[in-house]
């Protein structure tokens, strides 16, 4: 999908394609789509097509009068947290943005949600998508943690291994998280440091490209420091997450060993009156087989017999 953005006041509006202070959206494109944006905005056809690669992993890189920030952000595939690169293309008019699926970060831009958000001001831009990225993880964390947290109310009476399985995948996400964020922290620092352009001959700074202003400096400071909190919580829940784990395999265990003692427990409380029963069932001389009402008194013997082995069983906490 191939769509073109344009502030006018406080309304964002579609518009033509390479029109200047624009934002083009590129979602899950085609062939000739990124050719017809490569084109006619006069970008290097490989900065778009980076980000369609899922592995891709966060960078910056500048070309031909044009910068391409790559970084990783959070989405949710059914009950799966994983991340995926979204690229940023900034040329001296227009800022382009690519990825493989529609994102919850970007959606707030569509409806105009966010204030202060134009799309001529690029720099601005930019630094409200790293922003909602780094909000993104931490609201994606704070469901992690509370679905972590229910998972183990059904560990304490499960014997299965479907919850340590949803634990596993939890634990799998964080690591897809950490990965991702530290990945993303060295983009925002190098933006901090450099203002960005790379000069492909001397590997210097240069600011020219990309014009950064006080309060966009305090904006990625900003940005940063709420990306440092996400890193903090991933690692936090990660280690929790795991000791968790290893924890509740050994409750598990032990419940299925509870479960197994009381089977046995039952089984020989159950094979008194069996084994009383086969006894007077045999075709041989018994004592009291003649006697009248002897099929009830090994009845209450059996009985009583069993009741006494499932006190004895009671008192050492096998029942």
Known sequence: MLKAYKSVGETLLETELGEKGSWVNLINPTREEVQEVARQIGLPLDFLEY???????????????????????????????????????????????????????LDEFYSS????????????????????????????????????????????????????????????????????????????????????????????????LIKMYEEDEELLEDVITENKQAIEMSDIYAQILSSTMDAFASVISNNLNMIMKFLTSVTIVLMIPTMLASFYGMNVDLPFQHAKGAFTGIFILSVILSLCVVLIFRKRNMF
């Not at 950490?178 to 060295?186: D, G, K, M, P, V």
Request: charged content about 30%.
């Open 51 to 105: 980000p369609l690669d899922e592995e891709e992993s966060s960078r910056i890189e500048a070309e031909e009068g044009c910068v391409l920030i790559i970084i990783r952000v959070p989405v949710i595939r059914g009950d799966i947290y994983d991340t995926l690169p979204l690229g940023i293309i900034i040329t001296e008019n227009i800022i382009v943005t690519v990825c493989l699926e529609n994102i919850a970060v």
């Open 113 to 208: 949600r966010i204030k202060g958000f134009y799309t001529f001001k690029k720099t601005r831009f930019l630094l409200q998508i790293l922003y909602k990225t780094a909000l993104q993880y931490l609201r994606y964390l704070r469901q992690i943690d509370k679905r972590s947290e229910e998972i183990q109310q059904r560990l304490h009476r499960s014997t299965r291994n479907v919850e340590l399985i949803k634990l596993l995948s939890l634990e799998k996400s964080l690591v897809y998280f950490t990965t991702s964020l530290r990945a993303n922290e060295i983009v925002m620092e190098k933006l901090l440091k450099s203002h960005l352009a790379i000069e492909p001959e001397t590997h210097e700074v240069d600011a020219r």
